[in-house]
């Protein structure tokens, strides 16, 4: 299981805190079960948040490098023939 990263953290750690504060100004729950299940909720929507944040992508390979090189190349080629064909000539019709 990979590390989480700090933006993971930053984001779950705001959306527990955040969300905890509010549920408990909204609901105004006095009783000791209530502020449990505003905590356990607020604890997993913060796990929910910190698990989507988008991770990082890897730096591209050299295979994948290569690759994304030649397709300019196999495009500047493709349109160096596409131009040098020359286009039909449409005479009018005569009467």
């Keep these: 299981m990979p590390r989480p990263t700090a933006a993971q953290l930053a984001y779950g750690s705001c959306t527990v805190i955040f969300s ?16 449990v299940l505003i905590t356990l909720s607020a ?10 944040v988008p991770l ?4 591209p390979s050299t295979a994948s490098a290569v690759i994304h090189e030649r397709v300019p190349a196999q495009r500047e080629t493709a349109s160096v023939s596409a131009s040098s064909v020359p ?9």
């Design 20 to 35: 905890t504060l509010a549920m408990l100004l909204l609901s105004q729950t006095s009783s000791s079960l209530g502020i």
């Design 43 to 52: 604890l997993a929507l913060g796990l929910l948040v910190a698990m989507t």
């Design 56 to 59: 990082p992508k890897p730096a």
């Design 87 to 95: 286009e039909p000539v449409h005479e009018p019709a005569g009467p």
